[in-house]
């Protein structure tokens, strides 16, 4: 089947270990990307090819995957990590997850 | 800082014709794959259409195939999407992207296109 299943909303109290989840059938060949989506901006990428993190996104932002299902782990979360996260990868072209709001309270 | 500008965005009612532009700067425009995504408000991104760095090589989404064609002129740093037989389900922020290590690298701030009679 197409498309990407994430959990529509994750809450963390800041500090703490939030995880996001992403799941598909193309992932356990395909490369997931992560996007960070503040309201009203554009989406930035924080993790590409599964789990190398761009320059100048913090160390506390990781991506790792197993199976059809990637994971995006933020450590030490911050209140400023509140956003919408989707992930991405190849599914008979490139397709997105429905999205997760991350809220941080 | 790389830049991606978008505009061309507007109202247009349904069968008609819009040509976006993105204009980039601050990078070798010429060795990047671009994109165009497009996202509906409090929804996810969609993938519509991406082109290689030549040019040479192009690919749509089914929902805009035969509808919508991307381009670019490397001379001018300067990506477009053509987008014709406009459909109300259109409607939606197109962001221009470059393509690289397997994802959308950098993104532009986005432009409204609205098909509404």
């Known amino acids: 089947s197409h498309g990407l299943t994430q959990p529509p909303s994750v809450s963390v109290s800041p500090g703490q270990t939030a995880s996001i989840t992403c799941s598909g059938d193309t992932l356990g060949h395909k490369y997931a990307s992560w996007y960070q989506q503040r309201p009203g901006q554009s989406p930035v990428v924080v993790i590409y090819q599964d789990n190398q993190r761009p320059s100048g996104i913090p160390e506390r932002f990781s991506g790792s995957k197993s199976g059809n299902t990637a994971t995006l782990t933020i450590s030490g979360t911050q209140t400023l990590d509140e956003a919408d996260y989707y992930c991405?990868?190849?599914?008979?072209?490139?397709?997105f997850g429905g999205g997760t709001k991350l809220t941080v309270l | 800082e790389v830049q991606l500008l978008e505009s061309g965005g507007g109202l247009v009612q349904p069968g008609g014709s819009l040509r976006l532009s993105c204009a980039a700067s601050r990078f070798t425009f010429s060795v990047y794959a671009m994109s165009w995504v497009r996202q509906v408000p409090g929804k996810g991104p969609e993938w519509v259409s991406s082109?290689?760095?030549?040019?040479?090589?192009?690919y749509y989404a089914d929902p805009v195939k035969g509808r919508f064609t991307i381009s670019r002129d490397n001379s001018k740093n300067t990506v477009y999407l053509q987008m014709n037989s406009l459909r109300v389900e259109d409607t939606a922020v197109y962001y221009c992207?470059?393509?690289?290590?397997?994802?959308?690298?950098?993104w532009g701030q986005g432009t409204l296109v609205t098909v509404s009679s």
């Open positions: 082109l290689s760095s030549s040019g040479g090589s192009t």
């Open positions: 991405q990868t190849w599914d008979s072209g490139w397709v």
């Open positions: 992207a470059t393509w690289a290590n397997d994802a959308f690298d950098v």
